[in-house]
């Protein structure tokens, strides 16, 4: 099955730029989406089509995706930014096609 | 206003079963896709499966298929995940979340607030 692999923890002090990677095989022929996940909340969806944003997102956040890594960056960090995020995609390649979501990459505001 | 409402926490025994639902507002229920989604206590999130309401066609991931069942109905633009017998590993937060998508949801783009699962004896 297809796997997805985030670093578990990225600090950034406030006003700083913050990437979060995601690895996966070739993912850069997939569309990859990251949600936020604040504690206690549910997840919500920051980036879609690799680097789409919904409305209301804002501008800070944004994607790329190219061959074996995708990275959500994030400008002028704050600390309303600290949030635990996920990468994730659909996977049609394998013999259980399905959605597969990264395991995770705590962001922390110094 | 367009958002998914789920059922109130459960607190039930191994052996138990169980059905939660989530339900659709705002939008057209039947033209998204609605998939369910676990997160066990401060571990990340699990993809479980998918349900297309307009015509019920569900996938399963692999690691819960068999465990549990994904179902929908249209008319009252409501889902379910259901189990006929709970394990104290069922307990966890379960999110529902539909989103766009042709022949299969692409991304989750509205979320509910979570039904929280506690399985204890």
């Known amino acids: 099955s297809y796997v997805l692999t985030q670093p578990p923890s990225v600090s950034v002090a406030p006003g700083q730029t913050a990437r979060i990677t995601c690895g996966g095989n070739?993912?850069?022929?997939?569309?990859v989406h990251w949600y936020q996940q604040k504690p206690g909340q549910a997840p919500v969806l920051v980036v879609y089509?690799?680097?789409d944003r919904p409305s209301g997102i804002p501008e800070r956040f944004s994607g790329s995706n190219s061959g074996n890594t995708a990275t959500l960056t994030i400008s002028r960090v704050e600390a309303g930014d600290e949030a635990d995020y996920y990468c994730q995609v659909w996977d049609s390649s394998s013999d259980h096609p399905g959605v597969v979501f990264g395991g995770g990459t705590k962001l922390t505001v110094l | 206003e367009v958002q998914l409402v789920q059922s109130g926490a459960e607190v039930k025994k191994p052996g138990e079963s169980l059905k939660i639902s989530c339900k659709g507002s705002g939008y057209s229920f039947t033209s998204y896709w609605i998939g369910w989604v676990r997160q066990m206590p401060g571990k990340g999130l699990e993809w479980m499966g998918i349900?297309?309401?307009?015509?019920?066609?569900?996938r399963y991931s692999p690691s819960f298929q068999g465990q549990v069942t994904i179902s929908a109905d249209k008319s009252i633009s409501t889902a379910y995940l259901q189990w006929s017998s709970l394990k104290a590993s069922d307990t966890a937060m379960y999110y529902c979340a539909s989103g766009p998508g042709s022949s299969s949801i692409r991304y989750f783009d509205l979320w509910g607030r979570g039904t929280l699962v506690t399985v204890s004896s």
């Open positions: 349900i297309y309401p307009g015509d019920s066609d569900t």
């Open positions: 070739n993912i850069g022929s997939k569309s």
């Open positions: 089509d690799d680097s």
